[in-house]
């Protein structure tokens, strides 16, 4: 990628295909990959806000301390976008590692929803950031 804007611009396309992949697994019963999905949503629009920094981590733990402590502590966030990744995450956690974990549709209908909220506001902030951030 040329520019941090690009990278950006790239990392959170990735995260909309997540979202559309997550509704339609969704749609097909495909509740714990529609999970796993809804989360990389997440991940992927706080990796479009770590490339305008020029900072990535190997490790989710990375990427998801440095948004809360550069996006959420700072105020730039609402502190109910850290709830919703946790909710993601835990809710990816269990559908990727528990056997018996089953996940409901009213659950993951509203996990997808959270996700688009997660997804439009980091969205909404990279549209109103300069390119020179």
């Known amino acids: 990628m040329d520019t941090e ?3 950006s611009q790239y990392r959170i396309s990735q995260a909309a295909q997540c979202l559309k992949d997550a509704k339609i697994l969704m749609q097909n019963s495909g509740y714990k990959g529609a999970a796993n999905r809804a989360y990389y949503c997440a991940f992927h629009s706080m ?8 900072i990535d981590f190997k490790t989710h733990k990375g990427v998801i301390s440095y948004f809360r402590e550069y996006y959420i502590k700072t105020k730039i966030f609402d ?55």
């Open 5 to 7: 804007k690009e990278l």
């Open 47 to 54: 990796r479009s806000l770590l490339a305008l920094h020029r």
């Open 79 to 133: 502190v109910k976008l850290s709830d919703i990744l946790s909710d993601l995450l835990q809710i990816r956690t269990d559908s990727d590692y528990d056997d018996h974990y089953e996940v409901t549709r009213d659950e993951l209908e509203q996990r997808i929803e959270s996700a688009e909220t997660f997804y439009n506001e980091v969205k909404a902030y990279l549209e109103r950031t300069p390119e020179d951030a």
